[in-house]
């Protein structure tokens, strides 16, 4: 394991990171995928960024699901690291296929003091056993523990969007696949496409630590969400959709000859 000289500072991070999770008052992430971006979260006074995979990808000319090689997706967290002063958190879907310590290992390196690691195939969508993701949440916290970074892990549970059975099932199941991470070492747990009230509201009472809701469309209002006892609140490829659909429609005006900018 590579010995990191600013092992303090990143350590530092994460725990500062990690106290932004409170239940009832969430940690608000407008995900970003360029220096730029990052550096407007940070400005609008955001005290953390992080990552998302799906965005990131499509800027780097990849799609979602692992299809963005290890070094550039790293390359990209560490050029957004370099950007701002705040703690950022790096979407790295499965962890690329790489071992628990050299995951941890490029993490520090690209300056990431956290992680979103998911519960199901990318390439199949297929949920991965949760006990096998168990264990590889265990040996990720260990590979940590024993390195001094502190990372925050942010346990994405798929249930929602890979899961069978009925609404009630997907619910057990996100219980019990979010209980057996927070005992593995996570500190988060991300029950993706959870957002209706009653089903968010038992997630965060039951599931025995921090929860992560996604907000989209449809989603209860983020101070709605603070009062169902959710801890953090993150917006994926969202912000870079609506941006590039924003682009498109200057773009579309430009090509009729039309003055592209919005009137103040």
């Given at each position: 394991?590579?010995?990191?000289?600013?092992?303090?500072?990143?350590?530092?991070?994460?725990?500062?990171?990690?106290?932004?999770?409170?239940?009832?008052?969430?940690?608000?992430?407008?995900?970003?995928?360029?220096?730029?971006?990052?550096?407007?979260?940070?400005?609008?006074?955001?005290?953390?960024?992080?990552?998302?995979?799906?965005?990131?990808?499509?800027?780097l000319?990849?799609?979602?699901?692992?299809?963005?090689?290890?070094?550039?997706?790293f390359?990209?967290?560490?050029?957004?690291?370099?950007?701002?002063?705040?703690?950022?958190?790096?979407?790295?879907?499965?962890?690329?296929?790489?071992?628990?310590a050299?995951?941890?290992?490029r993490?520090?390196?690209?300056?990431?003091?956290?992680?979103?690691?998911?519960?199901?195939?990318?390439?199949?969508?297929?949920?991965?056993?949760?006990?096998?993701?168990?264990?590889?949440?265990?040996?990720?916290?260990?590979?940590?523990?024993?390195a001094?970074?502190?990372?925050?892990?942010?346990?994405?549970?798929d249930?929602f969007?890979?899961?069978?059975?009925?609404?009630?099932?997907?619910?057990?199941?996100a219980?019990?696949?979010?209980?057996?991470y927070?005992?593995?070492?996570?500190?988060?747990?991300?029950?993706?496409?959870?957002?209706?009230?009653?089903?968010?509201?038992?997630?965060?009472?039951?599931?025995g630590?921090?929860?992560?809701?996604?907000f989209?469309?449809?989603?209860?209002?983020i101070?709605?969400?603070?009062?169902?006892?959710?801890?953090?609140?993150?917006?994926?490829?969202?912000?870079?959709?609506?941006?590039?659909?924003?682009?498109?429609?200057?773009?579309?005006?430009?090509?009729?000859?039309?003055?592209?900018?919005?009137?103040?």
């Amino acid at each position: 394991m590579t010995e990191f000289h600013d092992k303090p500072a990143i350590y530092e991070k994460a725990a500062a990171l990690r106290a932004l999770h409170v239940p009832g008052d969430p940690l608000v992430l407008p995900n970003a995928w360029d220096a730029a971006s990052a550096r407007a979260v940070e400005a609008a006074g955001f005290p953390a960024v992080a990552t998302g995979s799906a965005s990131v990808a499509a800027v780097l000319g990849y799609e979602d699901g692992q299809d963005t090689p290890a070094d550039e997706m790293f390359a990209a967290v560490a050029r957004i690291s370099r950007a701002v002063a705040v703690p950022v958190t790096a979407d790295v879907e499965r962890g690329y296929g790489l071992k628990p310590a050299e995951l941890v290992e490029r993490l520090a390196a690209a300056g990431a003091v956290g992680c979103n690691l998911e519960d199901s195939d990318p390439a199949t969508g297929a949920l991965i056993d949760a006990a096998e993701q168990a264990d590889f949440l265990a040996a990720v916290r260990a590979a940590a523990d024993e390195a001094g970074t502190g990372l925050v892990i942010n346990a994405r549970v798929d249930t929602f969007i890979h899961g069978s059975g009925t609404p009630g099932e997907r619910l057990a199941e996100a219980l019990d696949r979010g209980g057996r991470y927070l005992t593995a070492g996570a500190d988060c747990v991300y029950p993706i496409f959870a957002g209706d009230p009653e089903v968010v509201a038992t997630l965060a009472r039951e599931i025995g630590g921090p929860i992560n809701v996604l907000f989209r469309p449809g989603v209860p209002a983020i101070r709605d969400l603070a009062a169902l006892g959710v801890a953090r609140v993150s917006f994926g490829p969202g912000v870079h959709r609506a941006t590039q659909a924003f682009t498109a429609r200057m773009l579309d005006a430009i090509a009729r000859g039309d003055d592209p900018f919005p009137s103040a």
